[in-house]
């Protein structure tokens, strides 16, 4: 099990970022790959973007916000609907260290 990435220098963190634009399995494979126990939701599959460090903690898979909602949206719920659902069932949801991370990505 890799949960912690090696940046000892410059050429390493442009490797190991290569690794997910090269990867030619699954995304959720490949979380697993730096973290066996990340917790990966199957239904928001579309909206796995990567992963996330931080100092001291396991990897955990990194999910868009915005693409989590028009998921739910698109299975039938109106957006506040939508919203309430996710920041009580998924948001909400603490499952330990492995738990994700969802991002919402600035636009202009």
Known sequence: MNT??????MEGI???HDDIRNYEGRIQ???A??????IIYPD???AL???CEQFGRPIVA?????KCISILMEQGMEQEEA?????FNTLGLWAGESTPVFITLYEE
């Open 44 to 46: 928001m599959d579309e």
């Open 33 to 38: 790959q730096h973290n066996e126990d990340a």
């Open 49 to 51: 973007i990567g992963v």
């Open 29 to 31: 494979d490949w979380v």
């Open 83 to 87: 919203l309430e659902y996710f920041y």
């Open 4 to 9: 912690s990435i090696s940046h000892n220098s």
């Open 62 to 66: 990194a999910y868009d916000f915005n």
């Open 14 to 16: 442009e490797m190991e």
